[in-house]
C-alpha cells in the first residue's frame, strides 16, 4: 500500500491530475475531477426527480414527482438515476473519453460516478452488475465498451459481480443520434438478446450506460431483461440528458 502510494505520488508530479472539462492542471488539495470553474457548471441530479426514470425538474420549485412519461407508460426498470445534466463539463469529459478514445478520461470519470450518492438507490439490493453492451462491429471500431470502464468501477466499489455477457447485442442499429423518442424505440427493437435465463433469474440487476437520452435503450434492455425473469432493474449512467 506504500509503494502504491509512492508511485502514485511520483505519477501525479509526472503527469499531474487534470480537469476533465477542460483539461487545466488541478489544485493537488482543493479539486478532484474537475477544475472550480467546471465543477460550478455541473448540475448533479440528486432532488427535484421523477422517482422512476430520474428526469430532473431543475428550475421547478415542487419536489420529486412523477414525469409525464412515466405517467403515460411506465419503464421495465424500476428506477434510473444519472450523476449529472449531459452538458459542459460532463459532455465534454464524455466526448473525451468515447470519441477521443481516452481511457484514462474514461478511468476518472468512472471513479466520479463511483463516488456519487444515487438518490433512493440502495445498491445492496441488486447482485449483479450489467454493461450496456455494443454490436460486436462497433466495438471494433471503438476498440472498447465505454459502459464497461464505467461498471468496472462499481463493481469494485460495491463488490458486486459484473457480467459483461448476459445482454448481447444482436442487432446493429443506425444511430440514435438526431432520432425523437418513438423513433429510437423503433429503432432499437429487438437489439438485444439474453445469454443466460438462469442467471437472469436468480439476480436483480443494476443495467450501466453512459448516457440516459430518451432512454429506449436501456429500456429495451430492461425489457427483454424483465422477460428472462429478472424482478428489479436499476439503471445508472454517468450523464442525463435534461
Ligand atoms: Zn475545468
Ligand atoms: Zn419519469
Known amino acids: 500500500m506504500i509503494w502504491q502510494s509512492v508511485f502514485k505520488n511520483i505519477a501525479d508530479v509526472i ?11 488541478l489544485h493537488p488539495e482543493k479539486e478532484k475531477y474537475f477544475c472550480g470553474a467546471c465543477h460550478e457548471q455541473i448540475k448533479y441530479l440528486n432532488k427535484r426527480i421523477c422517482p422512476v426514470c430520474g428526469m430532473a425538474f431543475l428550475d421547478s420549485p415542487a419536489g420529486n414527482h412523477l414525469c409525464g412519461h412515466c405517467l403515460e407508460q411506465r419503464p421495465y426498470f424500476s428506477i434510473a438515476r444519472a450523476v449529472a445534466a449531459y452538458e459542459k463539463a460532463i459532455l465534454e469529459a464524455i466526448r473525451k473519453f468515447k470519441y477521443g478514445r481516452d481511457l484514462s478520461v474514461g478511468s476518472i470519470l468512472a471513479s466520479f460516478m463511483a463516488d456519487f450518492q444515487f438518490p433512493d438507490f440502495d445498491y445492496r439490493n441488486y447482485s449483479l452488475i450489467v454493461p450496456v453492451p455494443l454490436h460486436i462491429k462497433k466495438l471494433r471500431q471503438r476498440g472498447f465498451n465505454q459502459s464497461v470502464i464505467l461498471a468496472q468501477a462499481l463493481k469494485k466499489k460495491w463488490q458486486i459481480p459484473l457480467n459483461y455477457f448476459l445482454l448481447k ?12 423518442k418513438k ?5 432499437i427493437k429487438g437489439a438485444f438478446a439474453v445469454t443466460d435465463t438462469k442467471a437472469a433469474e436468480e439476480n436483480n440487476i443494476i443495467l450501466i450506460d453512459d448516457v440516459y437520452t430518451t432512454g429506449a435503450t436501456v429500456n429495451e434492455c430492461a425489457k427483454i431483461l424483465r422477460r428472462a425473469g429478472v424482478k428489479e432493474i436499476a439503471v445508472l449512467t454517468l450523464a442525463r440528458v435534461i
Open 15 to 25: 503527469y499531474p491530475p487534470a480537469c476533465l472539462g477542460c483539461s487545466e492542471i
Open 183 to 187: 423513433e429510437r424505440e423503433q429503432n
Open 169 to 180: 447485442r444482436t442487432k446493429s442499429t443506425l444511430t440514435q443520434t438526431g432520432l425523437h
